[in-house]
């Protein structure tokens, strides 16, 4: 095993996780990256708070570079080189150097992809305009940070309320931008029941964002210079001097599908539980690669950077021999906006229903803290649980610092199938500082019973 060379596409968390693995548990095996970015295991998940300026260097965002990779690990690691084709039979993938326009063949005896996503772009009229971007790669945060600093735009226009969305809606407020948000949608965080988005969706209006839902962007306009100056949409036209598409993203599997991989939930790379490909020695994780739902019991594409530094554990640990599989999946997410913390986990009333399960749900406003201790603030929790056996389904909290993260103690119950009763009986910490006597999570489920 240890003599088989392996080559991964992609150098951001799956696969640097994976090779990383690898290196650790085969210290001569010969492994090859490739990547076709600048930028190696960065956090793309800190674009945002790094455009806002409170992060003040994207080298912060970097964990490892290519040249230490190869330094401390010896993981030859090639940025500005992209995998155009992988050709299965010959066992060998084509890259171009990037810096030169040159082509070669590179083979393998084990191939990993992870080639991550990329944000949805609609072919409207005008999206070519300068101003216009979408996040994905830590060089998108880069780019938008620069556009910045130099035009000096005045005025933002969101696309998409979903988590970048939010987030991007956040930063550019921050800095001084009058942001607008648009969503086709009735409401903002789709992932979220209606009730508990529109508690997000009026905090940002509060704060000083225009929200416009149902509302489809239709196409771009370009000043002379050719860069965007307003957003058109079914109903308005309005005025932008720079544009986050916050639509989503799509996997980069074209390149699996091309070299007659299968593919799968959300045209995602479809994968087995151990990462492994519909082809013989060809594995995929990330943002590209399918993962099992552990309440709907299917596949999904659910492209979260917590799932790529997992699925890319697995297939390290899988390609050095190793016998371990990713277990799946529960939507689990967290966000902010300001003063206000969201978080979601499981399924929402919505999916349930899609699902046809017989179910129940309570809402419950309490206070992060003891209600009498300085500090204090509101928060809403929703839980989801089954009607006949008050199996807990879903979670979704929003409100002040130190809403959030209690989540966490919602996915542990999904997770070990807890009932509301069994979720209430568990013996959480408290002290003032922290907690009411009863945690809020325990408050919510006790009203299930």
Not at 21 to 31: D, G, H, L, N, P
Not at 211 to 238: C, H, P
Request: proline share 4%; hydrophobic share 40%; with cysteine.
């Amino acid at each position: 095993m240890s003599k088989r060379k392996l080559v991964i596409i992609g150098g951001d968390a799956a696969g640097m996780t994976a090779a990383s693995k690898i290196r650790r548990e085969q210290t001569s095996r010969e492994i090859v990256v490739f990547e076709r970015g600048p930028h190696t295991s960065y956090a793309a998940c800190g674009i945002p708070y790094y455009i806002a300026g409170l992060i003040k260097s994207y080298d912060n965002l970097i964990a490892r570079k290519p040249e230490v990779f190869l330094k401390k690990q010896n993981i030859d690691v090639r940025v500005l080189h992209e995998v155009v084709a992988i050709d299965t039979d010959k066992k060998h993938v084509r890259v171009k150097d990037l810096k030169s326009g040159e082509e070669f063949v590179e083979t393998w005896d084990d191939l990993l992809i992870a080639t991550g996503a990329s944000p949805v772009i609609p072919p409207v009229d005008g999206v070519d305009a300068q101003g216009i971007f979408g996040l994905s790669a830590l060089q998108s945060g880069i780019d938008v940070l620069k556009y910045i600093e130099k035009n000096k735009p005045a005025s933002a226009v969101i696309a998409g309320g979903g988590y970048i969305g939010v987030e991007m809606a956040e930063a550019l407020l921050d800095i001084g931008m009058n942001v607008t948000l648009i969503d086709m949608a009735p409401q903002v965080m789709s992932s979220m029941d209606k009730d508990i988005a529109e508690e997000i969706s009026e905090f940002m209006a509060e704060e000083g964002v225009k929200v416009f839902l149902k509302e489809k962007l239709e196409s771009f306009e370009k000043n002379s210079q050719g860069r965007v100056k307003a957003v058109i949409t079914k109903k308005q036209s309005l005025e932008a001097d720079i544009v986050i598409m916050g639509l989503g993203v799509k996997p980069n599997s074209g390149l699996a599908g091309k070299a007659g991989i299968d593919l799968g939930a959300g045209d995602a790379i479809r994968v087995s539980k151990k990462l492994r490909t519909s082809v013989p020695d060809i594995w995929a994780a990330g943002d590209c690669a399918e993962s099992f739902h552990l309440l709907k019991k299917r596949q999904v594409y659910i492209p979260l950077g917590t799932v790529a530094n997992k699925q890319g554990l697995v297939a390290g640990i899988n390609i050095s021999g190793g016998d371990i599989v990713f277990p799946g999946v529960l939507g689990t997410a967290i966000t902010k906006f300001r003063e206000l913390e969201i978080s979601r986990t499981g399924l929402s009333e919505k999916e349930a229903e899609e699902l046809g399960i017989k179910y129940k749900t309570t809402n419950i406003d309490s206070t992060t803290l003891s209600g009498y201790f300085p500090g204090t603030g509101k928060m809403t929790i929703k839980l989801v649980a089954e009607e006949n056996t008050g199996r807990i389904l879903g979670g979704q909290i929003v409100g002040t610092i130190g809403a959030a993260k209690r989540i966490d103690t919602v996915v542990a119950a999904i997770t070990a199938g807890m009932t509301a009763q069994q979720l209430m009986d568990l013996d959480l910490s408290y002290a003032p500082p922290f907690s009411p006597v009863w945690d809020p999570v325990q408050i919510a489920a006790r009203t299930l019973i």
